[in-house]
């Protein structure tokens, strides 16, 4: 008989985290500047995918930042393994998404970036902090929405 997790507290009392990996990483100085944008403008775009099976949640998150002359982009996830009976509410997968896994692989994301700035020799990017509940996984999934 499964357990039934309805708290993300109980979650972490059954598991870890067990990887943390970059999934794919690049950076370009462009041939012709974003026209649209100052010298000082910075566009980031942010994609979560949280999936799970019966062993692990993974949770997969994509930067995209855009700035006058270059574009970076890096994609890391985080894998949480945890006792393969249970049964874990939707809503706890999302929580645990958002103030676990988004919150691990955020830092290696950061510093890819600014690493590729400085290795383009471009000006030295530094993403600001990502702060708790800044992003809304609930929000952005609608019932036919899966994010398995």
Do not use: C, K, W
């Given at each position: ?91 706890v997968v ?29 000006p030295n ?24």
């Amino acid at each position: 008989m499964s357990l039934v997790i309805t708290e993300i507290s109980e979650l972490l009392q059954h598991g870890d985290i067990a990887d943390v990996r970059f999934l794919s990483f690049s950076g370009e100085v462009l041939s012709e500047p974003h026209e649209d944008m100052e010298d000082d403008d910075v566009r980031q775009t942010t994609q979560v995918l949280a999936g799970r099976n019966s062993d692990a949640i993974e949770v997969r998150m994509t930067i995209t930042i855009d700035v006058r002359e270059a574009r970076y982009e890096a994609t890391a996830g985080t894998q949480f393994r945890h006792d393969d009976d249970l049964d874990i509410a939707e809503d706890v997968v999302i929580e645990f998404a958002e103030r676990i896994g988004v919150m691990t692989v955020y830092p290696f994301l950061r510093e890819i970036i600014s690493d590729m700035s400085g290795r383009l020799r471009q000006p030295n990017l530094t993403i600001p902090l990502l702060r708790a509940g800044q992003l809304n996984l609930a929000a952005e999934t609608s019932p036919d929405d899966s994010n398995e």
